[in-house]
């Protein structure tokens, strides 16, 4: 059974910074693509970043463009976000999900495992 536990959620003042961990049980993170997703109370969830299984190609949002930065340490086999400059409207449920091989996009649909997901609240 796949499993990912996300963590490194917290309480954050608007303009810091937060590093939220994407770690994997029973499986190699290596193989596998991982994007993070966010969902704010009453809207869609939405991708956020993503990056590669193996050459580490990233994508980010619009959003968070020069901001955020995906990162993944396979010795650790977690995947980081590290999250600065952070924005009252950055304030979501984040999410990490993984798919075997390749590239998963900002597509939710593209992802086979979920974590269960961890609170960013930035206050202004």
């Known amino acids: 059974q796949v499993q990912l536990v996300e963590s490194g959620g917290g309480l954050v003042q608007a303009g810091g910074s937060l590093r939220l961990s994407c770690a994997a049980s029973?499986?190699?993170?290596?193989?596998?693509?991982i994007g993070w997703f966010r969902q704010a109370p009453g809207k869609e969830r939405e991708g956020v970043s993503c990056?590669?299984?193996?050459?580490?190609?990233?994508s980010y949002a619009d959003s968070v463009k020069g901001r955020f930065t995906i990162s993944r340490d396979n010795a650790k086999n977690t995947v980081y976000l590290q999250m600065n400059s952070l924005k009252p409207e950055d304030t979501a449920v984040y999410y990490c999900?993984?798919?075997?091989w390749g590239w998963g996009g900002l597509t939710e649909s593209n992802y086979r495992y979920w974590g269960q997901g961890t609170q960013v609240t930035v206050s202004s």
């Open positions: 029973k499986f190699t993170l290596d193989y596998y693509a």
């Open positions: 990056i590669s299984s193996s050459d580490g190609r990233t």
């Open positions: 999900a993984a798919v075997r």
